[in-house]
């Protein structure tokens, strides 16, 4: 586990940034794990500056994101497909074939996830997946008890996510319940981790990532078995750390 401390969000982005256009630049027909939430806009923003000033080009990249809400239609303001419309995918020369998000809104759930685990498996394995986590130590949707050798799956929401979530609703009530979410044994089988932290309010989570026991009562645990992890945080969220 290789962990950097960083002086703030800026920072935090503009690191990640730059660690994605190198691994595109040094990887044939690389693919990307991608995550939603506040966490990566940043590094969302700085990868389309670099690729309207020529640094980086993303014809050849595929992208794999984590996770959806569930009875969200695709175009819906706070579908994760729009999400990723409005902070990368609409800015950047990537093809629209080349990026997947599980469907949250089909007739079948538990087919969709398996759809999109072949997916996964037939691009060969993601080569970096990016991770924000959760108050409660969520990695992707994968709450709390989420076994370690999960696959793609539909998760019940845990309270405490879909409050923290709450903020990019009308009101709280219409946060979904449910979402589809890469599995843990998904995300671990990625070649390389990045998990991005940033804000006080992250603190105490990643001090128990990176001190406490390894625990399905605390998904984000598991990363530290990874042999390829590096964790970005900033000074507010690394307060715990020594
Ligand atoms: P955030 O969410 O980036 O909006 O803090 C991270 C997460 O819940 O995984």
Redesign the pocket.
Known sequence: MNIIKVDDYQAMSQWACQHIIGKINQTNHPVLGL??????EGMYQCLIDSYQAGFVSFKDVTTFNLDEYVGLAIDDPNSYHSFMQDKLFNHINIREEQTHLPNGNTKDHQQECKDYERLIQQAKSIDLQI?????NG????NEPGTPFTSRTHVVELDPL?RE??ARFFNQKQDVPTHAITMGIETIMESKEIVL?V??A??AEAVKRLVTGELSESFPASILKQHDNLTIVVDQAAAVHLN
């Open positions: 995550a939603t939430g506040s966490t990566p991770l924000g986590i959760g108050l969520h990695i992707g949707f996510t923290a979530n991005l940033s804000g309010n992250k």
